[in-house]
């Protein structure tokens, strides 16, 4: 049983719609967890299902199933046409996409990580681990996965595309033993093996544990350019411009960028484009998750916001061809893909870096905060407004660390921090499905005092 053949069936037990689209899904999973510095459980798992979608006029339905047998790809279609049937018909929405060819081709597919197994992983796990403990760290948790996915998108159309990425993740977490221990977290994000480094990893950890060890609570308040590291910052602006850029947020008066396409919504400074064809990201890919075509395309420009992301229903809404940003996938998992609902997303959120490393550019600033953890980086996605509490900052004068500091809250607004950016590094990191640097910010306040 294959992606074909469930998709051909799927597609056959269809012929009371009047169009019908199948996106199907087949991946191996590989797992280590770690507890207290030493392997608790190794998983490996395999899936394969789908979703179909119906349309029958302007009604949509919609079912997912894991598929053991081709009956069941059957069963899930006929499932998809009873919920068209109760649905109520939409405004817009009449046509699933058409097919056309694709322009980008990235290559995401590592054959090491295809074929990883448990012990590779228990290796390099117990590695981080061993990394960090030598340097006096335990590491309470920590996990690494490694996977592939292979999709295939067909619809009543004529839509027919494939496409296959594999998947690294690792996350670890460090502390330092006393009665005021510090904390330490490292992530890896990547389609590929090679870029996972577990004594660097290790060593991170054990660094970043020390110092949050070292660090004391501000005696007051500051109000200083703010730089933030690529690992926090990457989840805040995933959140924050995954959110604005959204078409269907935006027709729904759900982001803060409604509304402002041509005008200025970030500094000059800040370029945003979402390019679906680096290879450097997980989901890179040459057809979106509705078998479009995928394109680079600019979301801001010096500043100015260009375009919105649109996946087969947001664009119906307006009159419009898609932009290829029909999603179902995330960057952290290789499980069960099939069973997302479509809707417009970014793949990889690129942000144009600066020409000075991140030691140069902090050095040339009289004072200025260094943020390196947060509790959790959440940021507002409707708004832009977060208040974090910092888990490890720094003051520094030129570059050169006046203090540590740690429970402190930073409050302030992404959405105005991107307007008041002062400087870009070009330090780029991949964190979840954002590419960027260390950016600074000013009108964010470091809030300190008992």
Known sequence: MDLRELTDRALKACQDASQAEVFAASGRTVSVYLDDGRIKNVEEKEDIGLSVRVLKGRRVGQASSTCATVEDAERCARAALRLADLAPASKSFDRLPSPARATLAPNNWDPLVAELDGSTLGELASAVAGAAEGRGVKVPKGMVRGGGVETLVRNTNGVDAENRYTLVFADFSSMTSGPNPGEGVASYTSPWLEGLDPYCMGASLAE??????????????????????????GSMLDSLVGTAASADLVQRKRSPWAGKLGERVASSEITIVDDPGDPRAVLSAPYDDEGVPTAVRPVVENGVL????????????EGRAPSGNGLRRGPHNSQYVFRGNVSPGHFNLVVSP?????????????RCVL?????????????????????????????SVERSFRHALLV???????????????????????????????????????
């Open 208 to 233: 970043q544990a020390k110092a949050a060890a070292g660090a004391s609570s501000l005696p007051s308040s500051l109000q200083l350019p703010v730089f933030i590291v690529p690992s926090e910052l």
């Open 306 to 317: 260009r375009s919105y992301l649109y996946d087969a229903y947001a664009s119906s809404v």
């Open 354 to 366: 600066g020409s000075q490393s991140r030691e140069r550019m902090l050095s040339s600033f009289d």
């Open 371 to 399: 943020i390196e953890k947060f509790s959790s980086p959440d940021v507002n996605p409707v708004t832009g407004a977060f208040a974090l509490e910092v888990r490890l900052g720094h003051v520094l004068d030129h570059g």
């Open 412 to 450: 302030g607004n992404l959405v105005e921090g991107l307007k008041n950016v002062v400087a870009i590094g070009r330090d780029v990191e991949v964190v979840r499905s954002t590419i960027l640097p260390t950016i600074g910010m000013e009108g964010i306040e470091v809030v300190g005092g008992d």
